[in-house]
């Protein structure tokens, strides 16, 4: 079943059209309200007469992480606050979290958006349909949340956390698809083999798995513990949520909503634009938001864009998996991490030398974090003197790396000069992970 045929099998004509059209409305739109667009468009001599088609986006400059740091909180916003209805955040690359406004129909798109995805796994009015993706400041759970209502199957908001009550839920209701990280999905067969239900118990036959990267063996271990079949699902906050793109019942690439995201590769280096089959960084123009609508979004996200004609019927390009990043960003149970943040705390507290590495493992299908920090020499005898300084010192920290990256790690104290000083931009993080 297709959502939006209209939109989902256009024409490759009629789409770049309408590309064309929106992209110079949106440009026109940031030129006027932003004016850190404004000023950036004027530098490079561009106006907005200057796009006349899709092909013109090769002139816009590029916009990065550290741009809507630069403007925290509501640099980037276009909208005025009054048309704003929601307000997400993802993790920031220091202390603060980029925050993204979204205006009622910016809403609207997003759910639509959504209930293309979720009709593209297959799900009706007649599915019990659990989101246990986090709700709240990440764009998980009421993203997915509003596309299942739209799509007309019964939402059950189970969120993150309270596993086995959750297992509970899926057998009693018969609940018969769920939205998750695909490590959630694993965490939760486990919790269901400790609890002594098995996939016969259950009535599950369809996931929307994400946020996270995720291979074909973690598809294959998912689909056979749970009994159900694993679709992906990708997107970002900077741009809208979860549901720029989605696979269909092919699972060869994500269809990308292109009438709403439109997508670029580019050589993350040279910063040219690549040709379709190529890999390289994936870039985003937004052409229909209005809270916070990027032009050319630099995601950081390695991936290759895949053209040709699907056999669903859907005509839109399709992205590969996600192979990697371009920058040092780490999925942590399904939070981004960035070390520059563990550095941002680390610095903040006179204790500690600027010297700290976060060791990252998956025990039981569970990432863990543990982030090692050395003490400064002349903090470092009176601290170990007594275990109580230690305790109290440690507990701090994780406080603040609480507060700071949203979850929750294990806090090693250093003896100074004993964590290896390396060069290169991996230097602060080791990843047990095999992803
Ligand atoms: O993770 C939005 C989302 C929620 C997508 C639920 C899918 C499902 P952010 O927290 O801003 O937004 O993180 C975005 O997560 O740039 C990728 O690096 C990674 N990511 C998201 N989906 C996938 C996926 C949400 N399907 C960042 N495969 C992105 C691999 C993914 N990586």
């Known amino acids: 079943m297709i959502w939006n045929p209209n939109k989902e099998c256009m ?75 929601r307000i997400h955040a993802s993790s920031g690359t220091t202390g603060n979290p980029t925050i993204v406004g979204y205006t009622r129909k ?21 599915d019990i349909f659990s989101v246990a993706y ?33 297992v509970k839920l899926i057998r009693d209701l018969g609940i018969t698809g769920i939205a998750c990280t695909p490590s959630y999905a694993l965490y939760l067969a486990e919790t269901m083999d400790r609890m002594g239900v098995t996939k016969n118990d259950i009535n599950l036959r369809v996931g929307a798995f994400g946020a996270e990267p995720w291979t074909e063996q973690m598809r294959t271990e998912i689909e056979e513990r749970l009994g159900l079949k694993g679709y992906n699902i990708y997107g970002l ?62 995601t950081r996200d390695l991936c290759t864009l895949l053209d040709g004609e699907c056999e669903c019927g859907r005509t839109t390009v399709r992205m590969g998996r996600i192979q990697g990043r371009s920058d040092d960003m780490l999925i942590i149970r399904g939070i981004n991490v960035f070390p520059s943040q563990v550095e941002s705390v680390v610095l903040s507290m006179p204790e500690f030398a600027p010297r700290y590495m976060l060791i990252v ?34 507990k701090k920290l994780s406080a603040r790396l609480k507060s700071v990256l949203s979850i929750a790690a294990k806090v090693q104290l250093k003896a100074p000069n004993t964590i290896e000083r390396s060069q290169g931009k991996s230097a602060h993080v080791i990843d047990k992970r095999n992803l």
Not at 23 to 32: F, N
Not at 107 to 124: D, H, K, N, Q
Not at 151 to 160: D, I, L, Y
């Open 134 to 166: 986090g709700y709240g400041l990440f764009t998980g759970g009421l993203g997915a949340h509003n596309g299942v209502e739209m799509v007309g199957a019964s939402v059950v908001p189970a969120s993150t956390g309270n596993t086995e009550k959750h």
């Open 11 to 85: 024409s490759l004509d009629e789409r770049r059209e309408l590309q064309g059209r929106r992209l110079r409305k949106i440009v026109t739109y940031v030129y006027h309200n932003v004016p850190f667009y404004r000023h950036k468009l004027q530098e490079m001599d561009i106006t907005p007469d200057d796009i006349r088609t899709i092909d013109d986006i090769v002139k816009l400059p590029f916009t990065t992480k550290k741009d809507l740091r630069d403007n925290y909180p509501f640099g980037l916003q276009a909208a005025p606050q009054s048309e704003i209805i």
């Open 361 to 394: 493992d998956r025990v039981n299908n569970l990432d863990t974090l543990t982030v090692q920090v050395e003490i400064r020499q002349e903090y470092f005898t009176d601290v170990f003197d007594t275990p109580a300084a230690i305790d109290a010192l440690e």
């Open 237 to 298: 906050s900077e741009v809208m949520g979860p549901s720029v793109s989605y696979e269909c019942e092919m699972q060869h690439g994500s269809h990308i909503n292109e009438d709403h995201f439109f997508p670029e590769i580019i050589d993350p280096v040279t910063l040219e634009r690549l040709p379709n089959g190529q890999t390289g960084e994936l870039v985003f123009t937004t052409l229909t938001k209005e809270g916070m609508p990027v032009l050319r979004y630099r």
């Open 106 to 126: 910016d809403i609207g798109v997003w759910t639509e958006c959504m209930a293309r995805c979720l009709t593209a796994y297959g799900v009706t009015r007649n």
